[in-house]
């Protein structure tokens, strides 16, 4: 993944080096205000604009200095050429032919070529990191995640690839997890106070709810099963379903929300980098065996079929443009871009997957020389806040008995934006420091001791991550999933419903299964 994007309005002077800021107080609440007018619409406006108002009795705003790193994440030029139509001149002949080519570097494109390392085969990833949104970065000897952090359970696929590459997770239980609600930290699941009532009773309800049959999740708004329930916990319930879905409970289906509930009150299964040291792992699996089969910085324009498989059109770092055809092509990236470099999906199945929502967030890492943040793996935040999970990386580290002083600490945030081209706007327009500035301040308020102890934050852009899973999402899906074709197989993640490891894991299973019976034909 490229790493050096300085995209949108931005365009400050030394942004490769990245830029040491120095806020006070008073520009803190500047640049918060100006945030909550300009960079959070909808229902993510309240919460920032609340809290630019409160912010004022806080020490949040107080003068610290941190460097801003530069943008990291989603490159947007090269995929708006692509939306607008500005294709480059295509090779008309190849100059490379294999049995095999993986469209996109992310989980699932790894996955796949694992499953295939033995197999001639040659995987085109857009950025020099691959990964996607399960890459990461490091910091100190802490291995950070810039985007998935961890999975739910050690089912069969998983611990299989587990086994195979040779990694163990730790887990860390739902019970340490801490929610921030109406000004207060509570912690765990269980208690006798007004919150841990509410909240096991919500729990309680879903489940009895969930073991009937006559009520169709998937076509019901998750929104209609919170009434009755105290504002407080509906507060925090929301702004969790954002930092999800980018999407709140009434934009979501129950499917969703009945889901993001069993996630929130389940161990986690966690690497250190988060799902990045997954993402690791298979890179250096398929590295060993397959030398040379993995190609960066490579962005594909096009997949069409010929009469012997596919021919793929790519550009490299250089603008070079090149073609290689193969038996067989497996497209893992995400629908919305699949059905952009695929001209020759029936129409249907474009119609169906243009009919997708996306949501674009900010995973803010920040970087700490020192350890000074008493807070558990995951805490969450409530409405008064635009964002809700939070992450502390060093957390597996410590609990597998690595962990040292001289490491600190990195804190990851999770900041969505509202889903569409709304929040995708708003997402590009972000500008980099004062966007970090009002982070800060943010998240100082509920951890004070950051403050004074930041180092350096690094902002990574994601602007198509999340398939937003309202109401019918499944039928949508239905319908692009019945298209088959003997030249290419879609692979991406969310094929099922909802982005998650076991998705992606599920997904390259079938597609290398696919190529290998290809391969003994």
Excluded at 157 to 167: C, G, M, P, R, S
Aim: proline residues 4%; charged residues 20%.
């Amino acid at each position: 993944m490229k790493l050096l994007y300085d995209v949108g309005s931005v365009t400050e002077q030394g942004a490769e080096q990245g830029a040491s800021v120095s806020v006070s107080r008073r520009d803190f609440l500047k640049i918060l205000a100006a945030v909550s007018a300009t960079g959070i619409s909808g229902t993510f406006a309240s919460s920032a604009s609340t809290f630019a108002a409160e912010l004022k009795n806080t020490a949040a705003a107080k003068r610290g200095s941190y460097t801003v790193r530069p943008w990291c994440g989603d490159n947007f030029a090269l995929g708006h050429r692509l939306r607008d139509g500005e294709l480059p001149q295509a090779p008309q002949k190849a100059e490379r032919t294999v049995d095999f080519v993986i469209v996109g570097g992310g989980m699932a494109g790894l996955c796949t070529a694992h499953h295939l390392k033995d197999q001639d085969f040659l995987l085109l990833e857009q950025y020099e990191q691959t990964g996607g949104t399960s890459s990461g970065g490091s910091y100190r000897g802490i291995d950070y995640s810039r985007g998935a952090v961890c999975t739910g359970s050690d089912g069969a696929l998983k611990q299989q690839l587990f086994d195979e590459l040779n990694i163990k997770p730790v887990v860390i239980t739902a019970e340490e997890t801490e929610w921030h609600s109406a000004g207060q930290w509570y912690k765990s699941l269980t208690g006798n106070d007004k919150f841990h009532k509410e909240f096991n009773r919500l729990l309680s309800e879903i489940k009895a709810i969930k073991s009937k049959s006559d009520t169709n999740l998937g076509e019901v708004t998750f929104a209609g099963f919170l009434s009755g329930y105290d504002r407080e916990l509906v507060g925090l319930i929301n702004n969790i379903s954002r930092s999800f879905f980018c999407a709140g409970p009434d934009y979501v289906s129950a499917t969703a929300g009945f889901f993001m509930l069993q996630a929130l009150t389940s161990d986690s299964y966690v690497f250190d980098g988060g799902n990045s040291g997954i993402a690791r792992a298979l890179r250096g699996s398929v590295d060993t065996a397959a030398t040379g089969r993995i190609h960066t910085d490579c962005f594909v324009w096009s997949v069409k079929p010929t009469d012997k498989g596919a021919a793929v059109v790519y550009g490299d770092s250089s603008g070079n443009m090149h073609r290689v055809d193969c038996k067989h092509v497996v497209v893992t990236t995400p629908p919305l871009v699949a059905v952009r470099i695929l001209p020759e999906l029936p129409e249907k199945v474009k119609a169906a997957w243009s009919n997708l929502e996306y949501g674009a967030f900010v995973v803010a890492n920040f970087c700490m020389p020192k350890k000074v943040l008493q807070c558990p793996y995951q805490s969450f935040a409530d409405d008064a806040y635009p964002f809700s999970q939070m992450v502390l990386a060093e957390a597996p580290y410590q609990a597998a008995g690595k962990y040292k002083p001289d490491m600190g600490s990195v804190l990851t945030v999770y900041h969505p934006f509202l889903h569409g081209s709304v929040g995708r706007r708003q997402l590009l327009n972000l500008e980099r420091e004062q966007f970090a500035s009002s982070l800060v301040a943010q998240v100082t308020s509920l951890f004070e001791p950051l403050q004074n102890n930041l180092d350096q934050i690094e902002i990574t852009r994601w602007g198509h991550a999340v398939m937003v899973p309202r109401p019918g999402l499944s039928s949508i899906l239905n319908k692009a999933n019945q298209y088959t074709t003997p030249w290419m197989t879609f692979a991406h993640s969310s094929a099922g419903g909802g982005q998650s490891l076991e998705g992606a894991l599920s997904a390259a299973r079938n597609a290398a299964d696919t190529c290998l019976k290809i391969a003994t034909t």
